[in-house]
């Protein structure tokens, strides 16, 4: 009955996701391509966390 006062689990984890995507792409246009790197399968974890929330609440 009440369901829209239950918080978004995918919320939090979508913003973590931009700030990285956005922190890589500042990085690789700076030439640091280890940070890029590291960045990067930063947020593919944060992905796939996001999409194991999506199918498991489906």
Known sequence: ?????????TKKLEKQLAMLQ???MHAQ???DIRTY??????ADDVY?????????TK
Not at 1 to 9: A, E, G, L, T, Y
Not at 48 to 56: L, P, V, Y
């Open 29 to 31: 246009r700076r030439g």
């Open 48 to 56: 796939k966390k996001i999409q194991d929330i999506e199918t498991s």
């Open 1 to 9: 009955m009440f369901s829209f006062f239950k918080r978004n689990p």
């Open 37 to 42: 790197s590291t960045l990067t399968a930063e």
């Open 22 to 24: 956005e922190q890589a």
